[in-house]
């Protein structure tokens, strides 16, 4: 496996590499997917909502083993406490339990012929002639030299390999929000089938408290604060816990089962998403909604359209960043007015 | 000053990763290493950091 040239490496096994590495898969090309972690999928830097549409637009057929919680609408509270209850209609959507939807993803992509490795932590790019030709990564105290004609970074808020490359993925403390999350069991909800969204300054600046029911008196507990207001006694977790401890009512009896911390991307997307030989895709190249910093769909859109692109490339002979570059076009196309339209 | 990480406090999110502005911070599976030569000791991270485990400490 390893010692193969590749036409496409994706780093990053999430949902943007997996579509990334499915869709080259689809388009007859080899296709090897990277993912540093020992398992695929954990621990979990999200609050698992997904639209229904998105998931019919990707072709992807909602499974009752990940897309464990129907999702009917929303209740919006004020600080005063009054709500607002939205029905979604027929679509709506679904809370996943997103280690197995990972894992489902990348299945997918393997029948489609891609090859994954596990532990294995890509952090520099290899270059020919201004060309990205493949990557340098270790796999259990060895490194090793994988080379391809492409390779896509899908790794995350904290991508190593674009900046490799010299494609800026920075945050900003101005518009980075910082991220606390406990999936709680023992939850006394009034409506399992609906999100719970919490404003105010008081409960979470700039940002929002998140309940996002999975059944069973299950839910993810979460919180995003601007990070520039956060500050020691006033971080995302000490909002949370006071939160959790003002609302007895849904509490009284809940305890965690799990906790998740995380980064949100709430800038731009990236001025360049591309140069010769690479494409960057999802939370690395800050492919999120800027108002309710959800990231899952873009982020799969942004894999699918960088697969096409990749492929299409490929099949021109013709990797340069003007080639690539139609990936961007699109992306942009489907989503930057939209998302320049809410900032 | 540099940053330093309470591992015993630490979710290894990497959320921290993304605003140090030296590329001082790395996620590995499950730590963050600092780079102290090329910390700057900015406080970025540490004021980001949803649970307060970077710290800092004299170098």
């Not at chain 1, 201004?130 to 904290?158: C, N, P, Q, T, W």
């Not at chain 1, 709430?266 to 959800?294: Q, Y």
């Not at chain 2, 540099?2 to 979710?11: E, I, L, T």
């Not at chain 2, 599976?29 to 649970?51: A, L, N, Q, W």
Request: aromatic content about 6%; glycine content about 10%; hydrophobic content about 40%.
């Amino acid at each position: 496996m390893m010692n193969r040239e590749y036409d496409v490496i994706v780093v990053g096994a999430g949902p943007a590499g997996s579509m990334a590495a499915k869709t080259v898969a689809e388009g007859k090309h080899s296709v090897l997917v990277l993912d540093k972690k020992q398992e695929i999928g954990t621990p979990k830097r999200c609050a698992e909502g997904i639209n229904a549409r998105v998931l019919a637009s990707l072709d992807i057929k909602p499974d009752p083993r990940w897309a464990i919680n129907n999702i009917r609408g929303a209740v919006c509270y004020s600080p005063s406490g009054n709500s607002v209850n939205t029905d979604l209609g027929a679509m709506g959507g679904y809370v996943l339990e997103r280690k197995i939807f990972e894992k489902h993803l990348a299945t997918q992509a393997i029948k489609k012929g891609a090859r994954y490795m596990v532990k294995t932590n890509a952090r520099k790019v290899l270059k020919e002639n201004g060309f990205v030709k493949g990557v340098k990564a270790d796999y259990m105290g060895e490194e090793l030299e994988l080379k391809s004609r492409i390779v896509i970074a899908a790794d995350g808020v904290d991508s190593k390999i674009a900046r490799d490359v010299g494609i800026d993925t920075k945050n900003v403390l101005e518009d980075y929000h910082s991220g606390f999350q406990y999936e709680m069991a023992g939850l006394k909800l009034e409506e399992e089938d609906k999100l719970h969204i919490y404003f105010g300054e008081k409960i979470a600046p700039k940002g929002y408290v998140w309940i996002f029911p999975k059944g069973d008196s299950v839910a993810n507990v979460g919180i995003g604060i601007l990070g520039k207001l956060s500050s020691d006694g006033n971080r995302a977790i000490d909002y949370l816990d006071r939160f959790i401890g003002s609302h007895p009512e849904i509490f009284q009896n809940a305890s965690p089962i799990e906790i998740n911390a995380g980064g949100v991307p709430m800038g731009s997307p990236l001025e360049d998403m591309v140069d010769n030989g690479f494409m960057v895709v999802g939370d690395a190249a800050h492919h999120v909604n800027p108002i309710h910093g959800g990231g899952i769909s873009l982020a799969m859109e942004a894999g699918m359209i960088a697969g096409q692109v990749a492929s299409e490339a490929l099949d021109r002979g013709d990797v340069s960043k003007k080639s690539l570059q139609e990936y961007q076009r699109r992306w942009e196309d489907k989503f930057d007015t939209k998302l320049k339209k809410l900032i | 000053m540099v940053a330093s990480v309470d591992r015993d406090k630490c979710m290894y999110c990497g959320g921290c990763v993304s605003i140090c502005p030296t590329d001082a911070l790395e996620l590995m599976e499950t730590f963050i290493k600092v780079d102290e030569d090329t910390c700057v000791g900015c406080g970025s991270c540490i004021r980001f950091c949803p649970v307060g485990a970077l710290y800092e400490k004299d170098e």
